[in-house]
């Protein structure tokens, strides 16, 4: 028969926001389960240096600072399973989850910080310079790009912010559009078109992000005019897209309240979903702010209101 674990408060993904939740859930005597899902540590494990995470004077590597969450988390008292939840019933009280393996674990209370996958346009020389002058985040990586020139590709909210953000280090920023209307709002585009620095290129899709030198590094973008094919090429050390993110949000589809956009909706100022005992923090229910610190922020509050959850219906014992 397969193997059942019943925990107080299951917390489901181990990016910042997790275990943040885990940590503050595991001090205040909850013993949570995390279950770390199939990228333990999430995002920030495919990042190299971290700068603005608090506390932190010199730069630091993000694998590294997820492994010091996770043995935080563990040292408070926090179980952390590497496993992977493909199911859930959250119809009643405990929440029951089934893993891939067909592992259950049951929960009476539940936070889920399952977090959001970056798009990418998922060309071969994308994945190839990924961390070398190609990035999914301005505001993480912008600041390693002072001074230079650099290009967005997008023309959502998402990438209109990320190239206002970047005239901040840059006074050379390229948008690129694939189409000639952007689809962020009309306050951030007259904030664009007014800008000096930033000009837009529209109809261009990427043909190809160009490396050179030793070690490799992002030199131009090669773009192709999608009304006539013609290939044209920019300068840029730095190439951001931002073509929208994807929430992990597929097995609650049918249990809880999903936005537009399939984020998990909360009430505001809260962590609480629709479903009395289930909780959402991070980048699952944020795709505004999406950083390592906010992330971590909402985790805190998850608990605390999961705590509050368990305390009140008699289950914190
Ligand atoms: P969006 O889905 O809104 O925009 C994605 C953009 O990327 C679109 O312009 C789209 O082009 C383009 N795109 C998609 N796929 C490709 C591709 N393969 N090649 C080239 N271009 C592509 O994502 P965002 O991340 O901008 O925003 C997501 C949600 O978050 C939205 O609801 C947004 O309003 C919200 N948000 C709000 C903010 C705020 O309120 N301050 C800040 C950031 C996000 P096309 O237009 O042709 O489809």
Not at 68 to 82: P, R, V
Not at 99 to 128: C, F, H, M, N, P
Not at 210 to 222: K, T
Not at 239 to 259: K, M, N
Request: proline share 3%; charged share 25%; with cysteine.
């Amino acid at each position: 028969m397969a193997e059942t674990r019943r925990a107080k408060l299951i917390i489901l993904g181990s990016g910042p926001a997790g275990l943040s939740a885990a940590i503050y859930a595991a001090r205040a005597g909850l013993a949570p389960i995390v279950i770390q899902g199939v990228e333990p540590g999430g995002q920030l494990t495919t990042t190299t240096d971290v700068e603005n995470y608090p506390g932190f004077a010199e730069i630091i590597q993000g694998p590294w600072l997820m492994e010091q969450m996770q043995k935080q988390a563990e040292h408070c008292g926090a179980e952390l399973h590497w496993d992977s939840i493909t199911s859930v019933d959250l119809s009643e009280r405990p929440f029951r989850l089934t893993s891939d393996g067909g592992k259950e674990y049951l929960g009476d209370a539940l936070v889920i910080a399952t977090g959001a996958q970056a798009r990418w346009l998922g060309i071969d020389s994308e994945t190839l310079l990924r961390g070398k002058g190609v990035s999914a985040c301005a505001t993480c990586d912008g600041f390693f790009f002072r001074g230079k020139k650099v290009a967005v590709i997008g023309g959502g909210n998402t990438a209109v912010e990320e190239a206002l953000y970047l005239t901040n280090h840059s006074d050379d920023v390229t948008l690129i559009h694939r189409r000639d209307a952007l689809r962020a709002e009309k306050i951030l585009q007259d904030r664009l078109f007014a800008h000096p620095n930033i000009h837009v290129l529209w109809n261009k899709t990427v043909d190809k992000f160009v490396g050179e030198g030793d070690p490799e590094g992002l030199v131009a973008i090669d773009l192709k005019d999608t009304q006539d094919g013609t290939i044209s090429r920019i300068e840029a050390e730095g190439g951001f897209v931002a073509i929208g993110h994807d929430p992990a949000t597929g097995i609650f589809r049918d249990w809880l309240t999903l936005d537009a956009d399939g984020y998990i909706e909360v009430e505001p100022g809260t962590t609480r979903t629709g479903v009395p005992g289930i909780f959402a923090c991070g980048d699952v229910m944020d795709k505004i702010y999406r950083q390592a610190v906010t992330a971590a922020g909402t985790g805190c509050m998850a608990a605390l209101d999961a705590e509050k959850f368990l305390a009140e219906h008699g289950l914190a014992e």
